[in-house]
């Protein structure tokens, strides 16, 4: 691609004042095909840059006669010359304002062609390289977001599972401490729960006892989904009727 001033000179130089514009799809945008001085033709054609949009490319076509067939196309004796532009400002702009006369010359043109090239098609595919880039790194972080999230979320249930665990254990501690607080009195073994338990200086055997309530209340606790109810009433009827308590004990003792 060049620089519409570029096309513009090698208007000037040839006297080519015959143009057609065509967008890159290949339809006609703009032509110019009256018998009017170059500098007139020149006029047409920056009249036409300075209403195209920005990051718009053009293929031009600039003739030098106005020869064509009936159909409007140029006739094989006719043949163009063929430029690509790209827009990449507003025409009129610092960077796009006219040479004067005498100033363009070989390094102007090249510097002119450096400068389209690198502003247009190679800065185009910066462009899209830099756009491909930044999808891919947005991309990139949802996907760590979307990880994040779901660790979090693994994190939030295994603390919530181990809360659980301890708030369960503590409960079933709990009841079996008072299970032994209320039923060891009954049982004529004093003491006050499971600290009065393993703070109490008593004798051996006594302990070994102590030891043995503990163990089946841990047995039963696990099997007997009542046992906390079964226990206590048990035990409160070993102190309101005596008798029947012994009953149940000596039934409990032929098994």
């Known amino acids: 691609m060049v620089n519409p001033n570029f096309v513009i000179e090698k208007m000037k130089d040839l006297d080519y004042r015959y143009y057609v514009v065509e967008d890159m799809a290949g339809s006609m945008t703009d032509q110019q095909w009256q018998s009017i001085p170059v500098d007139r033709a020149i006029d047409k054609f920056k009249s036409f840059l ?46 796009m304002q006219e040479k004067q006369d ?15 090239g690198s502003m247009g098609s190679i800065g185009l595919d910066t462009y899209i390289g830099a756009k491909d880039e930044i999808l891919s790194l947005k991309l990139k972080i949802q996907q760590l977001e979307m990880e994040n999230r779901y660790l979090q979320d693994k994190h ?41 338990i393993t703070q109490e200086k008593a004798t051996m055997e006594t302990s070994t006892s102590k030891e043995k309530i503990i163990n089946a209340i841990n047995i ?18 070993s102190k309101k009727n005596k008798t029947i308590y012994e009953m149940a004990v000596k039934q409990l003792n032929s098994l």
């Open 220 to 237: 039963l606790v696990q099997n007997d989904a009542n046992f906390v109810e079964n226990i206590t009433k048990l035990a409160e009827l």
């Open 102 to 116: 005498g100033e363009f010359g070989l390094n102007g043109i090249a510097e002119s062609m450096y400068r389209a």
């Open 156 to 196: 939030t249930s295994e603390m919530a599972r181990l809360e659980k665990d301890y708030e369960d254990k503590l409960s079933s501690d709990k009841k079996i401490e008072g299970i032994i607080g209320s039923v060891l009195p009954a049982m004529g073994l004093g003491g006050n729960g499971i600290a009065g």
């Open 50 to 95: 300075k209403n195209c949009s920005v990051g718009s490319s053009y293929v031009v076509f600039i003739f030098k006669t106005n020869e064509r067939l009936k159909n409007g196309e140029p006739t094989r004796s006719n043949i163009p010359m063929r430029y690509e532009i790209f827009i990449n400002e507003p025409y009129g702009g610092n960077q």
